[in-house]
C-alpha cells in the first residue's frame, strides 16, 4: 500500500485526514519506492498487488507513473483510489493520469460522501463511489463518446 500525502478535495468525515496537508508527511523519490517495491517482491511471495491511495494520487501522476509501470512489469495488480471520477479525470486531459490509468487494473473513484456511507460493500466508503476495472479502457470509451456527440 502506497498512501500519497495532500488531497484538494477535502471530504467531511474522511477516514483518512492526516493526509489532506501536502506539507505533511514524508518524501520518497520514484526511484526509492520502486526499490522498497521490489524488496518487498523479493521478501514476500504471497504479495499479489499494490494499491496506491491517498491524499489525492492523481497529483503525483507524474511521478507515480514509473513505479506504476514496475508493479505492472512484476505481473502483480495494481488499484488506485482516487477522490475524482472518472469522467472528471478524461476532462482534465492529463496525459500522465491517463497513462496511470492506462497502467492500472481498477479504480476506485469518486469522493467520499458522508451522506452516503456504507459498510456493506468492500472495497468503497460511500455509494457513490464506483470500481471500475480497466480504467485505462473506460477513459477512452468516455473520450471516444464525447467526440461523437
Ligand atoms: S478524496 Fe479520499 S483522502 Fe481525499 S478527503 Fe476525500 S476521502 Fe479523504
Not at 460511500?126 to 479502457?137: A, D, H, M, T, V
Amino acid at each position: 500500500m502506497v498512501f500519497t500525502q495532500g488531497c484538494p478535495h477535502r471530504c467531511p468525515g474522511c477516514h483518512n485526514p492526516g493526509t489532506h496537508d501536502p506539507e505533511g508527511g514524508y518524501e520518497r523519490s520514484t526511484d526509492e519506492l520502486i526499490a522498497d517495491f521490489e524488496k518487498n517482491f523479493d521478501e514476500n511471495p504471497l504479495l499479489d498487488g499494490v494499491t496506491i491511495s491517498g491524499g489525492e494520487p492523481m497529483i503525483y501522476a507524474r511521478e507515480l507513473l514509473p513505479f506504476a509501470r514496475a508493479v505492472k512489469e512484476s505481473g502483480l495488480n495494481l488499484w488506485i483510489y482516487t477522490g475524482y471520477t472518472i469522467e472528471e479525470l478524461c476532462a482534465r486531459e492529463d496525459a500522465d493520469e491517463i497513462a496511470l490509468l492506462e497502467a492500472a487494473d481498477a479504480l476506485v473513484d469518486g469522493r467520499f460522501v458522508l451522506e452516503l456511507r456504507t459498510l456493506g460493500v468492500r472495497f468503497i466508503g460511500s455509494s457513490n463511489q464506483r470500481i471500475i476495472e480497466k480504467p485505462g479502457l473506460y477513459i477512452h470509451t468516455i473520450a471516444n463518446s464525447d467526440r461523437e456527440e
